[in-house]
T-cell receptor, first 112, second 112 residues
């Protein structure tokens, strides 16, 4: 049973436009959410996180939005750049349990 | 200077062999992990060590055994390798509570 779902295996966006990556979760006990970025042949690297007491967290071109009632979060990248082409993983955890539960990832392709 | 390093990067071996993958972190983190990325790109936790004590074992076969000589190292030993063990294995580390998750670059294991 997948507790964290990324339903789009891939997404193609024009350079300069907004990229929106989506993530849904089923466990209402999750209260901490993270996005990781992964290039081929490298390990995932931390990108941005959000705790359940917030509904938005912004870091430069990256913004994560959390909708607790819908159990949905999204990552916005504005403007999209060619270096953003990578696989993006959504992950979630409960505060009392540091184990991260991962989505399957979404491959983002930024077209020039 | 690599924060979480795992070796080898690639490993090709025959069925029935015994092999090890090494992982070292220089971040001073308390907890280290082994993840397996399956054919559907899911990252599944296999083991976690906190200050040299095993605290998670996600029902992986007992052919897999983690060994932690000290809190900076967590090695993965695999006995009697099977074709289904072929995957990418990621080592990771974090502070207690899960903050600062950092991944190694992965080891692609191919069993032939």
């Amino acid at each position: 049973d997948q507790q964290v779902k990324q339903n789009s295996p891939s997404l193609s966006v024009q350079e300069g436009r907004i990229s929106i990556l989506n993530c849904d979760y089923t466990n209402s006990m999750f209260d901490y959410f993270l996005w990781y970025k992964k290039y081929p042949a490298e390990g995932p690297t931390f990108l941005i996180s959000i705790s359940s007491i917030k509904d938005k967290n912004e870091d430069g071109r990256f913004t994560v939005f959390l909708n607790k009632s819908a159990k949905h979060l999204s990552l916005h990248i504005v403007p999209s750049q060619p270096g953003d082409s990578a696989v993006y993983f959504c992950a979630a955890s409960e505060y009392s349990n540091y184990q991260l539960i991962w989505g399957a990832g979404t491959k983002l392709i930024i077209k020039p | 200077d690599t924060a979480v390093s795992q070796t080898p990067k690639y490993l090709v071996t025959q069925m029935g062999n015994d092999k090890s993958i090494k992982c070292e972190q220089n971040l001073g983190h308390d907890t280290m992990y082994w993840y397996k990325q399956d054919s559907k790109k899911f990252l599944k936790i296999m083991f976690s060590y906190n200050n040299k004590e095993l605290i998670i074992n996600e029902t992986v076969p007992n052919r897999f055994s983690p060994k932690s000589p000290d809190k900076a190292h967590l090695n993965l030993h695999i006995n009697s390798l099977e074709l289904g063990d072929s995957a990418v294995y990621f080592c990771a580390s974090s502070l207690e509570g899960g903050n600062g998750y950092t991944f190694g670059s992965g080891t692609r294991l191919t069993v032939v």
